[in-house]
């Protein structure tokens, strides 16, 4: 199993928070002969009719000196495990976790362009505080 993220418990324990029931941690992404780790799957009920929501998601700490190389990982890995669980589970959604330092010092309107591009779904966390400070869909 590889390791968790640094912000893997303070996104977890923001979700149980915001109402989620984590379901899985980590979560397994498998089709035919490959195997992918993702963080955590989460869901939520919505109401009696409307059923549950259901997510993915993949934290990412970007901790290493270059912003953009942990971008282009995270970007890469998000768009791999999206692509997958369209065929193994389409009723999820993936989202990447961030923290909002990270965000906010690094997603400007340059950045926007990879979020845009790539159809992006975020979860900002407030890591001291383990709670969402935004959801970007």
Request: net charge negative; glycine share 2%; proline share 3%.
């Amino acid at each position: 199993m590889p390791a968790k993220d640094t912000y893997h418990d303070a996104v977890k324990n923001a979700l149980i928070k915001d109402g989620w029931t984590i379901t899985a941690d980590p979560y397994y992404i498998i089709y035919k002969k490959l195997r992918l780790v993702a963080d955590l799957g989460a869901e939520r009920t919505l109401s009696a009719q409307r059923g549950s929501e259901k997510i993915v998601i993949e934290v990412k700490s970007f901790i290493n000196p270059s912003f953009i190389y942990d971008l282009e990982r995270a970007v890469g890995q998000y768009i791999i495990y999206r692509n997958f669980l369209e065929k193994t589970a389409p009723e999820c959604q993936i989202y990447l976790a961030l923290t909002q330092l990270v965000y906010k010092a690094n997603f400007d309107e340059t950045i926007q362009i990879v979020v845009d591009e790539n159809q992006l779904k975020l979860i900002i966390v407030d890591a001291d505080k383990e709670i969402i400070s935004q959801w970007i869909r």
